[in-house]
Antibody
Framework: EVQLVVSGEGLVQPGGSLRLSCAASGFTFDTYALTWFRQAPGKGLEWVST????????FYADSVKGRFTISRDNSNNTLSLQMNGLRAEDTAIYYC????????????WGLGTLVTVSS | EIVLTQSPGTLSLSPGERATLSCRASQSVSMNFLAWYQHKSGQAPRLLIFRASSRATGIPDRFSGSGSGTDFTLTISRLEPEDFALYYC?????????FGQGTKVEI
């Protein structure tokens, strides 16, 4: 059974940093890309960032480029999202998802974790 | 970026009825890479349909997708109680991936 478990929920002040982790199991981790999505309160789903199976290729939404860094540890089946320079508009539930390494279709998602940016 | 517009915003139906959800793209979706997800509060989004009309693993055949280019439809042939939820379309053919604003299917 594919499982993706996100951790790192927290309340952060504007300008602060937070690191999210996603622990994966139930599939061959290093043969899939991985993606972070988010959903702000009362809003729809938004793509945040994707990393290829090897970790060599990374992609970011313009809204987070230069502030967020996606990475993965294929030896420990873990995905991470380092978030710096956080803004109020980054407040959202963050989800990690497994993605096809060719077309980046996300087929399994984990439960989300809440990130709140507020003073 | 490709803007996806879903209609209607809310669909009020009864169990056993047919639900038809629409998703229109601002430009043609590359390779018809259009997916539909079901999302219930407090749960992870669930992939229903990919490449416009292919059902994901384990999805009942009452769910079907159709369309191409800029106009896509998700049909639920006979609503079950567990089908009342939010539904999102997503295009993943052109970066950035984008989602529609969602259609709520309610009783």
């Amino acid at each position: 059974e594919v499982q993706l478990v996100v951790s790192g929920e927290g309340l952060v002040q504007p300008g602060g940093s937070l690191r999210l982790s996603c622990a994966a199991s139930g599939f061959t981790f290093d043969t899939y890309a991985l993606t972070w999505f988010r959903q702000a309160p009362g809003k729809g789903l938004e793509w945040v960032s994707t990393i290829s199976d090897s970790g060599h290729y990374t992609f970011y939404a313009d809204s987070v480029k230069g502030r967020f860094t996606i990475s993965r540890d294929n030896s420990n089946n873990t995905l991470s999202l380092q978030m710096n320079g956080l803004r109020a508009e980054d407040t959202a539930i963050y989800y990690c998802a497994r993605a096809d390494n060719w077309n980046y279709l996300s087929d399994y998602w984990g439960l989300g974790t809440l990130v709140t940016v507020s003073s | 970026e490709i803007v996806l517009t879903q209609s209607p915003g809310t669909l009020s139906l009864s169990p056993g009825e047919r639900a038809t959800l629409s998703c229109r793209a601002s430009q043609s979706v590359s390779m018809n890479f259009l997916a539909w997800y079901q999302h219930k509060s407090g749960q992870a989004p669930r992939l229903l349909i990919f490449r416009a009309s292919s059902r994901a693993t384990g999805i009942p055949d009452r769910f079907s997708g159709s369309g191409s280019g800029t106009d896509f439809t998700l049909t639920i042939s006979r609503l079950e109680p567990e089908d009342f939820a939010l539904y999102y379309c997503q295009q993943y053919g052109t970066s950035p991936q984008t989602f529609g604003q969602g259609t709520k299917v309610e009783i």
